[in-house]
């Protein structure tokens, strides 16, 4: 039976989520290492599958010049994404930190304005302006929240992640392939982080070792899906199945550590999604 492009799309968006919530399972279940060096394996381990990929295809780098500093600038804002993201998958909520996480999107539509001179509606703004409450009940800024910096931490991984996307949307308009642009940032983020590595190395367990490939290989199994799932499908039809991943998460996080979110966080999911929801339609009407 033939399967329509739109649904394949859906398929594999939520095929991703379910990949990116599998690997802050795996980083979370890796135990107490710090987040640079779970960093590292993770994007080792998509640095060969990425590289693996562009010998297979025969994609190279471009070549441009101006292309460059717009690769380095992702590179930078994807890694202190991951960083951020990792961080707050050991110190919170797992629901709670993928969520911060998926405020990724609305950022992209606030750096879209001053790296890709796009134009902001008035309703796109309030959409991203009450995502940004919701994520307020998560992140619960109070001076007795003990959790206030690694929700703070989490948020800035979404932003950075925001940041991160929007460049690569500038690297895909500039010629550049999505496999080229996942090794570049992979191998990038290997090289920054591997100082550190060096100098602070943390020995690990067997387990943690097979914990952490796990980690990298459900990453790049998600960057792949997603890369897929837009292929099918353009953004504004099935970007919104991409927050099955806070369903996926707080599965996963009930089962596997017990983890309840609290009243606040739940109605900060409900005023995400309904926004995320609310964009997907709006988009959609304007297409139209």
Same mark, same amino acid.
């Given at each position: ?10 398929? /594999?968006?939520?095929? &991703? ?9 795996? =980083?979370? $279940?890796?135990?107490?290492?710090? @987040? ?7 994007? /080792? ?23 460059? *500093? ?22 919170? #909520?797992?629901?709670?930190? &993928?969520?911060?996480? *998926?405020? &990724?999107?609305? /950022? ?8 890709? *001179?796009?134009? #902001? ?10 995502? !940004? ?9 109070? #001076? !007795?929240?003990?959790?206030? $910096? ?17 460049? #690569? ?15 570049? !940032? ?8 591997? %100082? ?6 943390? %020995?690990?367990?067997?387990?943690? $070792?097979?914990?952490?490939? $796990? ?18 499908? %353009?953004? +504004?039809?099935? @970007? =919104? ?19 309840? %979110? ?23 009407? +304007?297409?139209?």
């Amino acid at each position: 039976m033939r399967i329509d492009k739109k649904y394949k799309g859906i398929m /594999f968006i939520v095929m &991703s989520a379910f990949c990116f919530a599998l690997m802050n399972v795996f =980083v979370r $279940l890796s135990g107490d290492l710090p @987040s640079v060096q779970k960093s590292f394996f993770r994007n /080792f381990i998509a640095f060969i599958i990425a590289a693996a990929t562009m010998g297979k295809q025969h994609i190279w780098y471009s070549g441009k010049e101006e292309n460059m *500093k717009y690769l380095i600038l992702r590179s930078a804002f994807g890694t202190m994404g991951i960083l951020c993201n990792f961080y707050a998958v050991d110190h919170l #909520v797992l629901a709670d930190a &993928s969520m911060l996480n *998926k405020m &990724s999107p609305f /950022f992209a539509i606030f750096f879209s304005v001053f790296i890709l *001179k796009e134009r #902001v509606k008035p309703a796109q703004a309030g959409i991203v302006f009450t995502a !940004f409450v919701g994520s307020l009940f998560i992140i619960k800024p109070t #001076v !007795f929240n003990m959790e206030l $910096l690694p929700a703070l931490i989490g948020f800035a991984g979404g932003v950075s992640a925001g940041a991160a996307y929007t460049y #690569v949307r500038k690297l895909s308009a500039c010629g550049e392939k999505g496999p080229f642009i996942v090794a570049f !940032f992979s191998g990038f983020s290997c090289l920054v982080t591997l %100082p550190y590595l060096l100098l602070h190395y943390h %020995p690990m367990s067997l387990a943690q $070792l097979i914990l952490l490939l $796990l980690a990298g290989t459900a990453a790049a199994g998600g960057q792949f899906t997603i890369t897929a799932a837009y292929s099918y499908a %353009p953004a +504004r039809e099935i @970007s =919104v199945y991409d927050y099955s991943q806070i369903i996926f998460s707080a599965a996963l996080g009930f089962f596997i550590f017990g983890q309840v %979110p609290d009243i606040y966080s739940w109605l900060g999911y409900v005023i995400i999604i309904a926004m995320a929801v609310t964009m997907f339609w709006y988009n959609n009407y +304007r297409s139209n």
